[in-house]
């Protein structure tokens, strides 16, 4: 393969390993069974308690580790959730915060005299421990009742009793014989 052909994706591929890694993760699932396009305008955040008028179309959550775990960096990706799959507001249900440990093991190069003027290198692994904060931001997506959309359900509305499917009925069992013995 020729270096040349290699040219032209380098600035695609430099920009790639320049933007890094993120632990910022999000979801957001609509579980009114409607579908909208994105929310273009603003989107509002309420904390605990949706005002009235409003109806759930969603669940967004939303997490990160470490440096990136905080309030400043989840929120704009809540809301941007929340618009994603049609939503003008957002409720916070839940804000977890947890610290972990964890335990890796590194290989470390030393080095140590062993004699006269002179020096022996010898690797080792070694358990290495460190503190990981994790954020995790959960709530609902929310859309004004009279907008287009499929109608609110009643939080009253349960689904119909399950019935058992087509099973046979035990076939019914013969009257003994009129002398007493099996027919």
């Known amino acids: ?20 890694c993120s632990s910022v993760g999000s979801s957001a699932v609509r579980t009114d069974g409607g579908f909208a396009g994105r929310h273009m305008g603003a989107v509002r955040v309420y904390a ?3 005002p009235s008028g ?6 967004v959550e939303v997490h990160a580790v470490n440096e990136e775990a905080n309030v400043e960096t989840l929120m704009p990706v809540f809301m941007k959730r929340v618009a994603d799959i049609g939503g003008t507001g957002g409720v916070i249900d ?5 610290y972990e440990m964890r335990t890796e093991w590194r290989t470390e190069h030393y080095s140590y005299p062993c004699g006269y003027r002179s020096t022996c290198w010898s690797t ?8 990981i904060r994790m954020l995790r931001i959960m709530g609902r997506a929310l859309l004004p009742i009279d907008a287009p959309g499929p109608p609110a359900m009643p939080p009253t509305a349960a689904l119909p009793p399950a019935t058992p499917a087509t099973i046979a009925p035990p076939p019914p069992a013969k009257a003994p014989s009129e002398n007493g013995g099996p027919q």
């Open 1 to 20: 393969m020729s270096v040349m052909r290699l040219l032209p994706s380098l600035p695609g591929l430099s920009l790639l390993f320049a933007l890094g």
């Open 48 to 50: 605990v308690v949706p």
């Open 54 to 59: 409003v109806r759930v179309i969603g669940l």
């Open 94 to 98: 839940d804000v977890q915060t947890h």
């Open 124 to 131: 080792r692994v070694v358990p290495y421990t460190y503190q």
